[in-house]
């Protein structure tokens, strides 16, 4: 260890300095070792360790500060001089450049993405001011929702902290008056909505307080996407009716493209009218938001709502205890579900970076260090330490210049292929481009790396030491202590990359043996949602559904149809929640359980090849008036009715809605609804007829066929189209492209994670190749002299692997700490195996193992042939 | 007008002051003029300043260093041993004497 650190010493300070310091320390060392041993050992260390660090840093600071009075007089001729002298190289130059383009262009790319989703401000005035408010049971984190209209109105009448407050909830329209009706979504609005977020209508106004009156004329407000598609970008649409669920409205305005909110799909917004009044305090599905007043801090606005709060708990236990008003800034509130993969690719790709411009920099150095005499030369004719350093850092800067123009002209491709291949569910993607922020980011890196390119080989060669022409062949191994420190950072790099991809791909394989619940195999699907005036009545539905039902299953192909509010890996949020009340128990206010609610038809479990564990499905006798029904899932079965049978008990909904309590004649699984990584909570089926929720308007047709599910698509649409042909359908499409829809945003992190591994792993594979190529080149004498006293090529030849071996652990243990530091990122990504998952481990080693052999086979046979005599004789 | 002594920053002096002090009756290193400085300033110098400074001020001229035998108790390694060069004792004295000159008839309220 001690000569190690000889060895470090010499790095950054003369070989006699070192010298004289590493015995001063021996002394010190001896003179305490008499009195305690262990703590001599612990003043060695740490002394050695402060002078170190101190005559490094002094080191890098005089590099810097020689770079730093770098003049640039005459730069024109030397600029020329030094693009010419790496066009002597040209393969060499080449790989540099290609090599920071992808490094550069990934990143940009990336950093694109990131930034346009995680950091670019919303395009309102003063968007910091602009919160989130969620609702959350006490200890629980908050999600997307949170807020019923009831809340919302009493928070908004106390004001507090805020300038105001606004809200607005998902909804879906049947939009008539255009050529064919369409379903749109849309955002039903408070009349405080556009004026807090304070951005101007493109054409015509925005809806204000005014338009937001129950009873009032309909008014509506066209996102610049429904404008352009389907009035043709027409200015004329201002004024001109619609009809919106068949009511009247009026096109007040239409918005820029900028504007998306909250989320990225809406297409129009309507004021609340009223309409949301009934909608029970209970039902937390309402997008909140508020602007602070400018001295208001979120922690008081917070604490401000949580007082409100707090009374509204008093008054109604039965919906509001435990629950609390949680702020957070709009655009983290917005983007909370992407954010940890998209931070984590980013530092992958930092990573990626990292090593591209540490493989490069070692490329320049071993260039250097064969332009020695060059440089000695320069020196005595005069050149000072500016002159010599001048020389590095124009030639670094034409390669940084060169890979990060090369690499801004891939990150455009890249950031459009990118937003092809994101999943549809990543919010806020419109927006993302290579913008002048993201550019300043490639350009600040590159102005990093120019500096350690211009600093590597002034540094590690000693050039700024050279003294004349003879001091060209003095320095034995100028730089290798160096470099290998490099090549042993590339493989941290790759190994902390490879843990990363390898841990995706183990969760990716866990999420893909999770057992659906049902066989999405041969499954279409065609969504509607029935809206008045056509379907203003229950009989109206279900006459509707008994019809569309009828004509999908006589559909050539289809072997079964069935309806269902709610399918199977449901990306359109239409899940409904009730709070259930088991006859018999009694409940304190607010402990009801809370269970998921699906109305069905009665094929719907056989179609769907969901079993029925218990009792029986549903048949047409379960109509409406007869006795009500219900299908439990067998998480309701377990956690309502531990170790006995549901079957025959009965419970109502704490809301009061139905018309009494519903008998339990069977269970059946639970299915993946919320993708395959979420189990299903507690879950209620009843028959379409009998259903409970009014509101409950969307359903969704499922299709068992027979042969390509695809193929069968459009004549499932034209028969339904035979039905109502004034009744838009949406979500036509197949259950497995549902499936692979809840995979897309795993997938997605994990292809790019695999890709950033690889190249990663293919840098520090040709980096160590290099970096042992090297070591055979500068050790050819000893080897010789080894070889010449008998040892045999086979000795030699394991000396060298043993060499990359080391090197390779090195990074593995430097890599190691990279994970370990990175693993919070890292686990919020995981599925079904822990950070600490040996196959992986294991796998990674066998991949390093296969990359050092093959890096280091090629060097240590050209060792092993060396031949002594010519070795020895050439130095 | 004397002919001017190079420049000296508060620290170079303190050092080479430590290295006049420790090269009295023994040779003056690393080890001895750390300790001195530590003792005479009363306050903790890092080791590695010293030995930046020690190596900067031989590269001015200001020292003269000199290696001695190699001994087992520094582990085999020779000792760089300082000297005072005659411009440096120039240097020193001009200093003392611009700060002498500024002091004269100054008393600071404790």
């Given at each position: 260890?001690?000569g190690?650190?000889?060895?470090?010493?010499?790095?950054?300070?003369?070989?006699?300095?070192?010298?004289?310091?590493?015995?001063?320390?021996?002394?010190?060392?001896?003179?305490?070792?008499?009195?305690?041993?262990?703590?001599?050992?612990?003043?060695?260390?740490?002394?050695?360790?402060?002078?170190?660090?101190q005559?490094a840093?002094?080191?890098?600071?005089?590099?810097?500060?020689v770079l730093?009075?770098?003049?640039?007089r005459?730069?024109?001729?030397?600029?020329?001089?030094?693009?010419?002298?790496?066009?002597?190289?040209?393969?060499?130059?080449l790989?540099?450049?290609?090599?920071?383009?992808?490094?550069?262009?990934?990143?940009?790319a990336?950093?694109?993405?990131?930034?346009?989703?995680l950091?670019?401000?919303l395009?309102?005035?003063?968007?910091?001011e602009?919160?989130?408010?969620?609702?959350?049971?006490?200890?629980?984190?908050?999600?997307?929702?949170?807020?019923?209209?009831?809340?919302?109105?009493?928070?908004?009448h106390?004001?507090?902290?805020?300038?105001?407050?606004?809200?607005?909830?998902?909804?879906t329209?049947?939009?008539?008056?255009?050529?064919?009706?369409?379903r749109?979504?849309?955002?039903?609005?408070?009349g405080?909505?556009?004026?807090?977020?304070?951005?101007?209508?493109?054409?015509?106004?925005?809806?204000?307080?005014?338009?937001?009156?129950?009873?009032?004329?309909?008014?509506?407000?066209?996102s610049?996407?429904?404008?352009?598609?389907?009035?043709g970008?027409?200015?004329?649409?201002i004024?001109?009716?619609?009809?919106?669920?068949g009511?009247?409205a009026?096109?007040?305005?239409?918005?820029?493209?900028?504007?998306?909110?909250?989320?990225?799909?809406?297409e129009?917004?309507?004021?609340?009218?009223?309409?949301?009044?009934?909608?029970?305090r209970?039902?937390?599905f309402?997008s909140?938001?508020?602007?602070?007043?400018?001295?208001?801090?979120?922690?008081?606005?917070e604490?401000?709502?949580?007082?409100?709060?707090?009374?509204?708990?008093?008054?109604?236990?039965?919906?509001?205890?435990d629950?609390?008003?949680v702020?957070?800034?709009?655009v983290?509130?917005l983007?909370?579900?992407?954010?940890?993969?998209?931070?984590?690719?980013?530092?992958?790709?930092v990573?990626?970076l990292?090593?591209?411009?540490?493989?490069?920099?070692?490329?320049?150095?071993?260039?250097?260090a064969?332009?020695?005499?060059?440089?000695?030369l320069?020196?005595?004719?005069?050149?000072?330490r500016?002159?010599?350093?001048?020389?590095?850092?124009?030639?670094?800067?034409?390669?940084?210049?060169?890979?990060l123009?090369?690499?801004?002209?891939l990150?455009?491709?890249?950031?459009?292929?990118?937003?092809?291949?994101?999943?549809?569910n990543?919010?806020?993607?419109?927006?993302?481009?290579?913008?002048?922020?993201?550019?300043?980011?490639?350009?600040a890196?590159m102005?990093?790396?120019?500096?350690?390119?211009?600093?590597?080989?002034?540094v590690?060669?000693?050039?700024?030491?050279?003294?004349?022409?003879?001091?060209?062949?003095?320095?034995?191994?100028?730089?290798?202590?160096?470099?290998r420190?490099?090549?042993?950072?590339?493989?941290?790099g790759?190994?902390?990359?490879?843990?990363?991809?390898?841990?995706?791909?183990?969760?990716?394989?866990?999420?893909?043996?999770?057992d659906?619940?049902?066989?999405?195999?041969?499954?279409?699907?065609?969504?509607?949602?029935?809206?008045?005036?056509?379907?203003?009545t229950?009989?109206?539905?279900?006459?509707?559904?008994?019809?569309a039902?009828?004509?999908?299953?006589?559909?050539?192909?289809v072997?079964s149809?069935?309806?269902?509010?709610?399918?199977?890996?449901?990306?359109e949020?239409?899940?409904?929640?009730?709070?259930a009340?088991?006859?018999?128990?009694?409940y304190?206010p607010?402990?009801h359980?809370i269970v998921?609610?699906?109305?069905?038809?009665?094929s719907y479990?056989?179609?769907?090849?969901?079993?029925?564990?218990?009792g029986?499905?549903?048949t047409?006798?379960?109509?409406?008036g007869?006795?009500?029904?219900?299908?439990v899932?067998?998480?309701?079965?377990?956690?309502?009715?531990?170790?006995?049978?549901?079957?025959?008990?009965?419970?109502?909904?704490?809301?009061?809605?139905?018309?009494?309590?519903?008998?339990i004649?069977?269970?059946?699984?639970?299915?993946?609804?919320?993708g395959?990584e979420?189990?299903?909570?507690?879950?209620?089926?009843?028959?379409?007829p009998q259903?409970?929720?009014?509101?409950l308007?969307?359903?969704?047709?499922?299709?068992?066929?027979?042969?390509?599910?695809?193929?069968?698509?459009?004549?499932?649409?034209?028969?339904?189209?035979g039905?109502d042909p004034?009744?838009?359908?949406?979500?036509?499409?197949?259950?497995?492209?549902?499936?692979?829809?809840?995979?897309?945003?795993r997938?997605?992190?994990?292809?790019?994670?695999?890709?950033?591994?690889?190249?990663?792993?293919?840098?520090?594979?040709?980096g160590?190749?290099?970096?042992?190529?090297?070591r055979?080149?500068?050790?050819?004498?000893?080897?010789?002299?080894?070889?010449?006293?008998?040892?045999?090529?086979?000795?030699?030849?394991r000396?060298?692997?043993?060499?990359?071996?080391?090197?390779?652990?090195?990074?593995?243990?430097?890599?190691?700490g990279?994970?370990?530091?990175?693993?919070?990122?890292?686990?919020?990504?995981?599925?079904?195996?822990?950070?600490?998952?040996?196959?992986?481990?294991?796998?990674?080693a066998?991949?390093?193992?296969?990359?050092?052999?093959?890096?280091?086979?090629?060097?240590?046979?050209?060792?092993?042939?060396?031949?002594?005599?010519?070795?020895?004789?050439?130095? | 007008m004397?002919?001017?002594?190079?420049?000296?920053?508060?620290?170079?002096?303190?050092?080479?002051?430590?290295?006049?002090r420790?090269?009295?009756?023994?040779?003056?290193?690393g080890v001895?003029?750390?300790?001195?400085?530590?003792?005479?300033?009363?306050?903790?110098?890092?080791?590695?300043?010293?030995?930046?400074?020690?190596?900067?001020?031989?590269?001015k001229?200001?020292?003269?260093?000199?290696?001695?035998?190699?001994?087992?108790e520094?582990?085999?390694?020779?000792?760089?041993?300082?000297?005072v060069?005659?411009?440096?004792?120039?240097?020193?004295r001009?200093?003392?004497?611009?700060?002498?000159?500024?002091?004269?008839?100054?008393?600071?309220?404790?």
């Amino acid at each position: 260890m001690k000569g190690l650190l000889a060895s470090l010493l010499g790095r950054v300070a003369d070989r006699s300095l070192a010298d004289s310091i590493a015995g001063d320390l021996e002394e010190g060392y001896r003179r305490r070792r008499s009195s305690s041993r262990a703590g001599a050992t612990i003043w060695y260390w740490r002394t050695a360790m402060a002078i170190l660090s101190q005559l490094a840093w002094r080191r890098t600071v005089d590099g810097l500060a020689v770079l730093a009075a770098v003049r640039f007089r005459g730069l024109g001729a030397e600029a020329r001089q030094a693009a010419r002298s790496l066009g002597r190289t040209p393969v060499v130059t080449l790989v540099i450049v290609a090599t920071l383009a992808l490094g550069f262009g990934l990143n940009t790319a990336i950093f694109s993405v990131v930034h346009g989703v995680l950091f670019r401000p919303l395009p309102f005035d003063r968007p910091h001011e602009i919160v989130f408010v969620h609702g959350a049971r006490r200890g629980e984190e908050p999600g997307i929702f949170g807020t019923s209209y009831p809340d919302y109105q009493d928070f908004a009448h106390a004001q507090l902290g805020f300038r105001g407050l606004a809200t607005s909830t998902y909804w879906t329209f049947t939009l008539t008056g255009t050529e064919v009706p369409l379903r749109v979504v849309g955002q039903r609005v408070s009349g405080s909505f556009f004026p807090l977020l304070g951005m101007p209508a493109l054409a015509g106004r925005t809806i204000g307080p005014d338009d937001d009156r129950p009873g009032g004329p309909e008014v509506v407000v066209l996102s610049h996407g429904l404008w352009q598609r389907f009035f043709g970008g027409d200015p004329a649409v201002i004024g001109r009716n619609l009809s919106l669920n068949g009511q009247p409205a009026r096109v007040i305005g239409v918005m820029p493209e900028a504007f998306r909110f909250p989320f990225d799909n809406v297409e129009l917004w309507v004021p609340a009218l009223g309409e949301l009044d009934t909608i029970p305090r209970r039902s937390r599905f309402f997008s909140t938001f508020g602007r602070l007043k400018p001295a208001t801090t979120m922690a008081e606005a917070e604490a401000d709502l949580t007082r409100v709060a707090e009374a509204l708990e008093r008054q109604y236990p039965d919906s509001n205890q435990d629950w609390r008003p949680v702020l957070r800034a709009a655009v983290p509130a917005l983007t909370k579900q992407a954010r940890p993969r998209l931070l984590l690719l980013f530092v992958a790709v930092v990573i990626v970076l990292l090593v591209a411009c540490v493989n490069v920099t070692t490329l320049i150095v071993s260039r250097a260090a064969a332009r020695r005499p060059e440089f000695a030369l320069r020196a005595a004719l005069g050149a000072g330490r500016c002159r010599l350093a001048r020389v590095t850092l124009i030639e670094s800067a034409w390669l940084g210049a060169a890979g990060l123009g090369a690499g801004l002209a891939l990150a455009t491709p890249a950031v459009t292929l990118l937003r092809s291949l994101a999943p549809s569910n990543l919010p806020r993607l419109s927006g993302v481009t290579v913008n002048w922020t993201v550019a300043g980011w490639a350009a600040a890196a590159m102005a990093a790396f120019v500096c350690a390119g211009a600093l590597a080989p002034l540094v590690s060669l000693r050039l700024l030491r050279l003294r004349g022409v003879g001091s060209a062949t003095v320095a034995g191994r100028p730089g290798s202590w160096g470099r290998r420190a490099l090549m042993a950072g590339q493989i941290a790099g790759a190994f902390a990359l490879l843990v990363a991809a390898g841990l995706l791909t183990r969760s990716f394989s866990r999420v893909l043996a999770v057992d659906p619940g049902f066989n999405p195999r041969d499954l279409a699907t065609v969504r509607v949602s029935l809206m008045p005036p056509a379907y203003r009545t229950l009989d109206q539905q279900i006459d509707y559904v008994t019809r569309a039902l009828s004509v999908l299953g006589s559909t050539p192909g289809v072997v079964s149809a069935a309806a269902v509010s709610q399918p199977p890996f449901d990306s359109e949020g239409s899940g409904t929640t009730l709070a259930a009340a088991v006859e018999g128990r009694s409940y304190a206010p607010g402990s009801h359980p809370i269970v998921a609610y699906r109305a069905v038809s009665a094929s719907y479990f056989a179609t769907i090849g969901l079993r029925v564990l218990d009792g029986r499905g549903f048949t047409d006798d379960d109509r409406r008036g007869a006795p009500l029904v219900a299908v439990v899932n067998r998480t309701m079965a377990a956690r309502l009715w531990p170790g006995e049978s549901p079957i025959g008990r009965r419970f109502e909904f704490a809301d009061g809605r139905n018309a009494g309590a519903l008998t339990i004649v069977g269970v059946v699984g639970d299915v993946a609804t919320d993708g395959l990584e979420t189990a299903e909570p507690p879950s209620v089926y009843a028959p379409y007829p009998q259903r409970s929720l009014p509101f409950l308007r969307w359903m969704t047709f499922v299709a068992r066929t027979e042969g390509d599910v695809a193929a069968q698509l459009p004549s499932l649409r034209a028969r339904l189209q035979g039905v109502d042909p004034y009744q838009p359908f949406y979500g036509v499409g197949t259950m497995d492209a549902a499936v692979q829809r809840t995979l897309a945003e795993r997938r997605f992190s994990l292809v790019l994670m695999a890709l950033f591994a690889g190249l990663t792993l293919l840098l520090a594979a040709m980096g160590l190749y290099g970096t042992l190529a090297q070591r055979v080149a500068e050790r050819s004498r000893e080897i010789g002299v080894r070889l010449a006293l008998g040892a045999l090529p086979s000795h030699v030849f394991r000396l060298v692997m043993a060499e990359g071996a080391w090197l390779v652990a090195a990074g593995v243990v430097v890599g190691a700490g990279i994970v370990w530091v990175g693993m919070p990122l890292i686990r919020q990504s995981l599925f079904g195996v822990t950070a600490g998952d040996a196959w992986t481990y294991v796998a990674i080693a066998l991949v390093l193992g296969a990359v050092t052999i093959l890096a280091g086979a090629v060097p240590s046979r050209l060792a092993a042939r060396t031949n002594p005599v010519t070795a020895i004789r050439g130095e | 007008m004397r002919p001017a002594a190079p420049a000296l920053g508060e620290f170079e002096q303190i050092v080479l002051l430590a290295v006049l002090r420790a090269g009295t009756g023994e040779d003056a290193y690393g080890v001895n003029v750390h300790a001195e400085l530590e003792r005479r300033t009363r306050r903790r110098v890092a080791r590695g300043a010293v030995y930046m400074t020690l190596d900067r001020l031989e590269k001015k001229g200001l020292l003269s260093s000199y290696l001695t035998a190699p001994t087992p108790e520094r582990g085999g390694r020779a000792k760089r041993c300082y000297r005072v060069t005659k411009p440096a004792l120039a240097a020193l004295r001009e200093s003392r004497r611009a700060l002498l000159n500024l002091w004269q008839g100054l008393e600071l309220a404790e």
